[in-house]
């Protein structure tokens, strides 16, 4: 079978879960996701068994296959993570920022502009991470950054939620992006680091919101099985 093809079924299914195009605790199947993606059964059956493993779904003998819901532990542990490493790689991106880097964050936020103004959010995410991944590729860590992805899947589930949330202001991501531009421009280390660490606290700032808002998606204690 073509890696491609295989390549293709795991980012699409991963894709749908991310953006909750998926729901957590929905009962999901090979058969159909097969039809809706018109994807073999061969590549969905082998892309489900790496999003197993990832925690991404869940099956129950029995009764099936679910998506995960979200395991704020994790979440929590990858935004800590994130917070440790994260100014280190700014750092090494103010270094290293060519114009080429530089340019695409330029577009990158004005793209953001746009997706926030059109309340695009599976847009505005891409564009997000894009932003991120940007001075990790600056830094020459991509290899990092893909570390993190395959790692930080409850995370970036969460962010992607906090982007659903409707008393939550996007407006707020795109000042801190901007702010986080200008000083990287300016290459103002002290105020970088600040920026990045207020950032990623945002996280624990809305969480509380964030989870009441959409309390079916988090662990209650209830077993997953009876989610139909």
Known sequence: MDTNIRQDAYDQIKYKIIHFHYLPGQKISEKK??????????????????????????VIPQSGTYVSIIDMQHASDGRFVREC?????????????????????????????????????????????AFHQEFYKAAKKESVWDWLQLNNVQLNRFRRLRLKASDLDWQTLLRQ????????????????????????????????????????????????GRNN
């Open 33 to 58: 996701i097969s039809s809706s993606l018109n994807l073999g059964r061969t590549p969905v059956r082998e892309a489900l068994i790496r999003i197993e493993r990832e925690g991404l779904i869940e």
């Open 85 to 129: 490493v994260e100014p280190s790689i700014m750092l090494e991106a103010v270094v290293n920022m060519s114009q080429d880097n530089f340019h695409r964050l330029i577009d990158n936020m004005q793209e953001q502009e746009i997706a926030a103004e059109n309340e695009d959010s599976d847009l505005f995410f891409d564009l997000d991470q």
């Open 177 to 224: 992006h901007h702010e986080i531009l200008q000083a990287v421009q300016k290459s103002d280390i002290d105020n970088l680091n600040y920026m990045i660490h207020s950032h990623l606290h945002l996280m624990l700032d809305e969480k509380e919101t964030v989870m009441r808002q959409f309390k079916d998606y988090f662990d209650t204690g209830e077993e997953l």
